[in-house]
């Protein structure tokens, strides 16, 4: 009598995903909280009285931010500010330090704007609150070295 054998194969259940992959995606999603929690604090600023009015000092004309103008420039500035670190983690040896050094001197650099342009005291106030949510969602990237799994 011959025995028969039979060799199983495991298929995967689902989609293989790299570290980088998921790396990708977890940041993905914190470039996403940036956008939304800077949309939810804008609609309850505005509910609360904020005008969120700007004046150029010479102007004779008053811009009113609105929702859309805040997402797209949290989501343009979280954008690059994840686009740096991928890029300084690809070239530097030593990209969280570079990143987070930068990240601070362009959030302290974004302030000067806020201060220039005219603007009613809780204008300031919630856009500087707003500059910083942005830096503080993109914080968690820094957790994370490059090759160590996102989980």
């Not at 990209?95 to 302030?111: D, E, N, P, T």
């Not at 204008?123 to 799994?149: D, F, K, W, Y």
Request: glycine share 6%; net charge positive.
């Amino acid at each position: 009598m011959t025995a028969m054998t039979t060799t199983a194969r495991t298929q995967p259940t689902g989609p293989t995903v790299s570290a980088a992959g998921r790396r990708r995606r977890q940041r993905a999603r914190w470039v996403g909280a940036a956008v939304a929690a800077n949309s939810l604090l804008y609609l309850v600023a505005r509910a609360a009285g904020t005008d969120f009015t700007l004046t150029e000092p010479d102007a004779m004309r008053s811009h009113p931010l609105i929702l859309p103008e805040i997402a797209i420039f949290s989501l343009v500035f979280a954008l690059l500010g994840w686009g740096t670190l991928a890029l300084l983690e690809r070239y530097i040896r030593h990209a969280r330090v570079v990143w987070s050094v930068l990240a601070g001197a362009v959030l302290l650099a974004s302030f000067v704007p806020v201060f220039i342009e005219q603007a009613t005291v809780d204008t300031r106030i919630m856009l500087c609150v707003l500059h910083v949510v942005v830096a503080l969602a993109l914080l968690p990237m820094l957790r994370h070295r490059v090759g160590t799994p996102v989980r």
